[in-house]
């Protein structure tokens, strides 16, 4: 009898143990690390304004893209033909170690990790959305991703001012006209 509670209790331990890791607190203190990163997408579902791009890595660097740019969601884009190929504008900022942990800690407080329930009817985000926000992260081992753009209402916010700290916008210029003569 008293094997069969031991094995009970190894059986407890190890079922538990297991699942542990889903029992994690996505609210933690985040601690320093290089190996931190989080990449926050914008895109205008309008086409009137550009989409943007913020990737903030643990060790301070904080690289912002924007522009019409295919290359600006896609890094690996390979079509160089496309009108606005070229509509790239990338800028690079060194915080200190200290001011991207309070970023890092300002959207995991937010709900970055937590895993959201999509809405039952409609599309992900509301329809007199201009703007859908993708985001992907490791914070501590700890990542989140997701093919769906952000419709939770509090880390939507801390995302949409996160880009807002980095991202200053600029006006999209004018189409360029092509004038073409024929041969004489």
Partial sequence: MQKVAYILFLLTVVVFAGCLYRLENPYFTVRQSGLNW????QYDMTGRKNNVRVRMDGNGIVTVWDGASERIGNP???DTKKENWSDLRETRYNLSEEDILLVFQNLVNNGL???HEKPLFG???STNETTAIFVSANIQNKMTSSPDPVFNEELLEAL???VMMFYTPRPRPP???????APQ
């Fill in 38 to 41: 989080v990449d926050i997408r």
């Fill in 76 to 78: 690996f884009a390979n």
């Fill in 113 to 115: 990790l937590v895993k």
């Fill in 123 to 125: 599309s992900p985000y």
């Fill in 160 to 162: 949409k001012m996160t």
């Fill in 175 to 181: 189409a360029q006209r092509r004038t073409i003569t």
